[in-house]
C-alpha cells in the first residue's frame, strides 16, 4: 500500500531522470483537487496513453467536468507512463497514480477507462498491470475498483469483455453519473462483485460482458451470443442523451506541449451523410446541433477560463451544421482582433468552404484540410461520398487563390472493389491541385496527400467486405509513391501490418481477449506508435490461440452471418446496413437522408426519446408523441 | 529569436501610427511546484495563455507567423525552481492599472507560478537578455552522501585552479571563468550558494556543472535561482 506522500516522495526521485517530467506532476490551471476523505465516491478517469495524447481528450474532459460538478464524487486523471518512466515506477515499486492528488489507481472506487480506438487494447492491460491489479474481471473483486470502459471501439466490446467489468455502450455524459451515484449507495451494502454489476447492468445502455455467453460454429463464425441472466437487457441499446448538454469550457491547461493544444467545442454531434466506410456516421445518429448562441458563449467561456491561442469547433462533418455560414461570420467578427484562432475541421470540397475558413480570419499557415477519400466517380459511389470532378480543382484553385499555400488531402485505399486505374487517379487528381498552386504561388504551393488503407469496420454497409488482400495494398501504395514524388509533394500512409491488427482487433469476438495478453505478455503496447508495434508478437499470439488474421480481416461473409458485435444495438438496422451493403455493390448511392429519411431504425427505436423532444432538436424527422398507459390512467 | 529590437519597434509603432502606443512591462515570478518541470519552451506557452487568461492584450510580431511580444531574461533550465525570474512584455494599450493587473495575473496563474511584482519600463531600454550580468542558486545536495570538510576542501581546489576545462554539448569551455563565487552554508542537509555569469557576453554558468565539478549529484539536487543580476548601466 502507498500513501500519496510518499509516491510524491518517490517520484522526486526520479523526474529528473525520465523524459518530459512535465507528464507526471499535475497541478495544472483549472485542475481540481477535492478533499479525498470527504468525498463518497472516488472515479480515476483513465486514458491508456501518455499525457500529450490523452489530455486533449474531449471524451475525458466532460466527464471530468460533469464528474467534478457532482458534490459526492470526484474525478482525477491517470495517463499511462512512457516507457522510460514505466521502467522507474517498475525499478522502485510506484504504482500508477492519479495527476490530482497522487493516490494509487487502485484506491478508487471507479476506473473509467476511454478506448476510442483500438490500438490502445494492449495498454489497458498495462494500466491493471501498473496498478497491481489482476488484469481479467473475474479476478478482481469487491474490493478492487469497478472497472468501466466507453468510447468509439467499445461498439465492439468483445476483445476486451475478459478484462473490463462493464461497458457504457453510446454516450456517457448521463451514464457515467448514474453510475457513479450507484456504486456510491452500494458502497455500504456489503454486495458481491457479480450482484453489484448485476445491479448496475440495470442502467440503460450498461453491457456487462460476464452475464452473456457466445456460442461459436466450427468454422469459428459466432452462432449465437445469449444473456444468461434473465434481468440483463438484450439486445444492449446504445444511450444516446436527447440533447446535447452545455459544451465543457473549464479544460485544464496543460503545462506541456501536447499532440492539441486548444479548447475543443463540439457544435453537433452525428452524421448523415452516409459514408459507407464510416464508424462514427453510423454508431453517432441522430444528428444533434448546438445553437449557435451556445457556440459563441462556449468559445468566449473556454476563451476567458484557460487562455488557450486556439480553439477547435469539432464535428463529424462542419460543413452540414445548418447555418454554418452565420456561425462561422458570428464568430469571426466576435473575435476579430483577438489572436484566437478558430479552427473549422471536417468542411466538404466545395467552394463555399473557402468562403466559412476566410470568414473565420485565421492565419492561413495551417493550410487548408479536405478529404476527398477517392480520386474517381465510380469509387465515390461505392463508398456513397459523390462529389463531381470538376469541383475538385475549382475548389483548390479558389483555396490557392485566397492565399493557402498548402492543401491537405485525405484519401482511402483498399476497398477490394478498388482497381489501380482508381489509385492512379488519386495520384493525377494530387498533381492537377499542385499545378493550380504552382500557377499561383510557384515553387511555395504544397500538397500533402495522406493516404489511410480501408478497414471494414463494424456496424457500417462494410462490415460484410473483406479487407483488401496486402499484396494488393502494398501494390496501391507502392503506385503512389512512385507517382507522388517531387517539390511541393508530401505523401503518407499506414504500414500494412497496422492497418492489419487495427482490423482484426476491431472486428474480434471474445477469443481474441487471450490473444491480447500473450500480445501484451510478448512485449506489445503503445500499438499506435509505429515504433512499439510488435507485429511478430501478434503472429504468435494468433496462432497460440489457434486463430488466424484471415478468418477476422479477409473474409467475404454472408448476409446473414451473426457478427460478435451484434448484441450491441446502434439503433441503426443490420437489415440497412446489409441493404445499403448490396446498394453499393451495384454502384447505387443515397442522399444525405436530412433530405429523405431512410428509416434506419434510429428513429422507432428512439421513438419515445425523439416524441418527447421539440421538433428540431434533431434531423431526424419528428415522430408523433404516443400517448404512455400511465398517462392514458391519469385521464 | 526573430525579435525586433526595442528601437525598431518604437520605429515600427511611429510609421503604423498606431493611436495607444506601445506599453513595456517588467514583471518579476518565481517558479517552482509543478512547473519546476516545465522547460523554458513550455514556460513561454504557459506565460502566453495567463496574460490571455489575465485579458492582457499583447502586442504581436508581424508576418506569416505573428508571435506575441514577450522576453524572458534567461531561461531557466527544467527542474531548477526560481523565485527571481524576470519577463518583458510589450501591450497593445493600457486597460489596467499596474496594481489590477498584478491581481488578474495572480488569478490567473496556474499552481507553481508566483507573480512578485510588476513595473512600467521605457520602450527604449534593450532586449531583456542583453542585460543580465549574473545570477545567484542556492543548492540543496539533499542524498549527498559527501561530508562537509571534504566538500570545502573541492570547493577550495576548485576555486584555486586559474582554468577548469570541461566539455558540454560536444564544445570545450572553462568552467572556472564562469564561476564568480561558491559557499558552503552551514547546516544539514548540505548547502551550497553559488554566483556564477549570466551574460551574453562572458557567457552562462550552470550550477550541475558545478556540482558535476564538485562530484556531487545534479539529479538528487534541489536548485534555487534566487538572484538575477543586470550589468551596472552606465546611465544609472
Ligand atoms: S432515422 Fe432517418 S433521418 Fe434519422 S438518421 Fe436514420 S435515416 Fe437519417
Same mark, same amino acid.
Given at each position: ?291 449557435? +448562441?451556445?457556440? &459563441?458563449?462556449? *468559445?468566449?467561456? #473556454? $476563451?476567458?477560463?484557460? /487562455?488557450?491561442?486556439? !480553439?477547435? %469547433? ?74 463531381? +470532378?470538376?469541383? &475538385?480543382?475549382? *475548389?483548390?484553385? #479558389? $483555396?490557392?487563390?485566397? /492565399?493557402?499555400?498548402? !492543401?491537405? %488531402? ?80 508530401? *505523401? ?12 482484426? %482487433? ?130 | ?236
Amino acid at each position: 500500500m502507498h500513501t500519496p506522500e510518499q509516491i510524491e516522495r518517490a517520484l522526486e526521485q526520479v523526474l529528473l531522470r525520465v523524459e518530459r517530467p512535465g507528464r507526471y506532476v499535475g497541478g495544472e490551471f483549472n485542475a481540481v483537487s477535492k478533499p479525498w476523505n470527504s468525498i463518497q465516491v472516488r472515479v480515476a478517469l483513465i486514458f491508456p496513453d501518455i499525457y500529450e495524447i490523452g489530455m486533449p481528450n474531449l471524451g475525458l474532459a466532460i466527464f471530468y467536468d460533469l464528474l467534478n460538478r457532482q458534490p459526492g464524487i470526484l474525478a482525477e486523471r491517470v495517463y499511462l507512463p512512457w516507457v522510460d518512466m514505466e521502467a522507474m515506477l517498475k525499478r522502485d515499486g510506484i504504482p500508477l497514480f492519479s495527476l490530482e492528488t497522487k493516490h494509487p489507481v487502485s484506491d478508487f472506487d471507479v476506473l473509467a477507462i476511454s478506448i476510442p480506438y483500438e490500438q490502445l487494447y494492449t495498454n489497458v492491460l498495462q494500466v491493471f498491470d501498473l496498478s497491481g491489479l489482476p488484469l481479467r474481471s473475474i479476478e478482481r473483486d469487491e474490493t478492487m475498483p469497478i472497472v468501466i470502459a466507453g468510447g468509439h471501439a467499445c461498439y465492439n466490446p468483445e476483445p476486451l469483455a475478459d478484462f473490463i467489468d462493464l461497458f457504457v455502450i453510446g454516450e456517457g455524459e448521463e451514464a457515467i453519473i448514474e453510475i457513479a451515484q450507484v456504486v456510491g449507495e452500494m458502497k455500504a451494502a456489503n454486495l458481491s462483485r457479480n450482484e453489484q454489476l448485476a445491479r448496475l447492468a440495470q442502467l440503460a445502455g450498461v453491457y456487462v460482458p460476464r452475464f452473456y455467453e457466445v456460442d461459436y460454429q466450427e468454422d469459428g463464425v459466432v452462432a449465437a451470443i445469449k444473456p444468461i441472466r434473465e434481468d440483463v437487457p438484450f439486445p444492449v441499446l446504445k444511450r444516446v442523451v436527447p440533447i446535447l448538454p452545455a459544451p465543457p469550457t473549464r479544460f485544464v491547461v496543460p503545462n506541456i506541449d501536447t499532440v492539441h493544444n486548444r479548447a475543443p467545442i463540439e457544435i453537433m454531434r452525428g452524421c448523415t451523410r452516409g459514408c459507407r466506410f464510416c464508424h462514427a456516421g453510423f454508431v453517432a445518429r441522430p444528428v444533434r446541433e448546438r445553437s449557435i +448562441d451556445e457556440i &459563441v458563449m462556449a *468559445v468566449e467561456d #473556454a $476563451v476567458a477560463q484557460t /487562455g488557450f491561442e486556439e !480553439i477547435a %469547433l469539432l464535428s463529424l462533418s462542419s460543413s452540414d451544421y445548418t447555418d454554418v455560414l452565420n456561425l462561422v461570420r458570428t464568430l469571426g467578427e466576435r473575435f476579430a482582433g483577438q489572436r484566437l484562432s478558430i479552427n473549422l475541421p471536417s468542411l466538404r470540397l466545395e467552394t463555399t468552404s473557402v468562403e466559412l475558413m476566410e470568414s473565420l480570419r485565421n492565419n492561413k499557415r495551417g493550410g487548408f484540410t479536405f478529404a476527398p477519400e477517392a480520386a474517381t466517380e465510380r469509387m465515390r459511389n461505392i463508398i456513397n461520398k459523390s462529389m463531381p +470532378d470538376r469541383q &475538385v480543382l475549382e *475548389v483548390a484553385r #479558389a $483555396v490557392y487563390s485566397k /492565399g493557402w499555400r498548402t !492543401i491537405k %488531402l485525405y484519401f482511402m485505399i483498399g476497398h477490394p472493389s478498388e482497381k489501380l486505374e482508381d489509385v492512379k487517379a488519386i495520384a493525377d487528381l494530387s498533381l492537377a491541385i499542385l499545378a493550380e498552386g504552382r500557377n499561383l504561388h510557384g515553387r511555395k504551393a504544397t500538397v500533402n496527400v495522406s493516404v489511410s488503407t480501408f478497414i471494414p469496420k463494424p456496424h457500417t454497409p462494410f462490415q460484410w467486405v473483406p479487407m483488401d488482400a496486402i499484396e494488393q495494398i502494398t501494390a496501391k501504395q507502392s503506385l503512389l509513391k512512385r507517382e507522388l514524388c517531387g517539390k511541393g509533394l508530401r *505523401v503518407s500512409w499506414n504500414d500494412p501490418d497496422e492497418t492489419l491488427l487495427e482490423a482484426l %482487433l476491431s472486428r474480434g469476438d471474445r477469443r481474441l481477449g487471450s490473444v491480447i495478453r500473450r500480445a501484451w505478455e510478448l512485449g506489445s503496447r503503445f500499438d499506435a506508435w509505429n515504433e512499439w508495434r510488435k507485429h511478430d508478437a501478434w503472429v504468435q499470439a494468433l496462432s497460440e490461440a489457434g486463430l488466424d488474421f484471415h478468418h477476422y480481416t479477409h473474409r467475404t461473409r454472408p448476409v446473414d452471418e451473426v457478427f460478435p458485435w451484434d448484441h450491441i444495438d446502434i439503433a441503426v438496422k443490420k437489415s440497412f446496413l446489409a441493404q445499403d451493403y448490396l446498394m453499393s455493390r451495384r454502384g447505387e448511392t443515397r442522399v444525405d437522408c436530412r433530405e429523405k429519411c431512410f428509416a434506419c431504425g434510429i428513429l422507432p427505436k428512439l421513438a419515445i426519446m425523439r416524441s418527447k423532444i421539440p421538433a428540431d432538436a434533431w434531423k431526424c424527422p419528428p415522430v408523433a408523441p404516443k400517448i404512455e398507459p400511465d398517462e392514458v390512467s391519469a385521464i | 529569436m526573430n525579435r525586433l529590437s526595442p528601437d525598431e519597434e518604437n520605429a515600427q509603432n511611429v510609421v503604423s501610427g498606431t493611436a495607444m502606443p506601445h506599453l513595456r512591462y517588467r514583471i518579476s515570478f518565481g517558479k517552482d511546484g509543478p512547473l519546476r518541470y516545465c522547460s523554458h519552451l513550455d514556460l513561454m506557452r504557459v506565460w502566453e495563455r495567463v496574460l490571455r487568461r489575465a485579458g492582457i492584450p499583447l502586442v504581436y510580431s508581424q508576418g506569416f507567423n505573428p508571435r506575441p511580444k514577450i522576453q524572458i531574461a534567461a531561461g531557466l533550465p527544467l527542474g531548477y525552481i526560481s523565485t527571481c525570474e524576470i519577463l518583458d512584455i510589450w501591450m497593445e494599450n493600457d486597460p489596467l492599472e499596474p496594481g489590477s493587473m498584478l491581481s488578474a495575473l495572480r488569478l490567473a496563474a496556474p499552481q507553481g507560478l508566483t507573480i512578485n511584482t510588476i513595473h512600467l519600463v521605457a520602450l527604449s531600454e534593450p532586449a531583456l537578455q542583453s542585460l543580465t550580468a549574473s545570477a545567484c542558486y542556492q543548492v540543496t545536495a539533499k542524498n549527498s552522501a559527501i561530508e562537509p570538510g571534504m566538500l570545502e576542501k573541492r570547493v577550495r581546489e576548485l576555486l584555486s585552479q586559474e582554468h577548469v576545462w570541461r566539455e558540454r554539448r560536444g564544445k570545450r569551455y572553462d568552467l572556472r571563468s564562469l564561476i564568480r563565487q561558491v559557499e558552503i552554508m552551514p547546516g544539514t542537509p548540505l548547502m551550497l550558494q553559488m554566483t556564477l555569469e549570466l551574460s551574453p557576453q562572458r557567457g552562462t554558468g550552470r550550477p550541475d556543472e558545478v556540482l558535476d565539478a564538485l562530484e556531487i549529484d545534479a539529479l538528487s539536487a534541489v536548485v534555487t535561482r534566487t538572484t538575477i543580476t543586470f550589468e551596472a548601466s552606465p546611465d544609472s
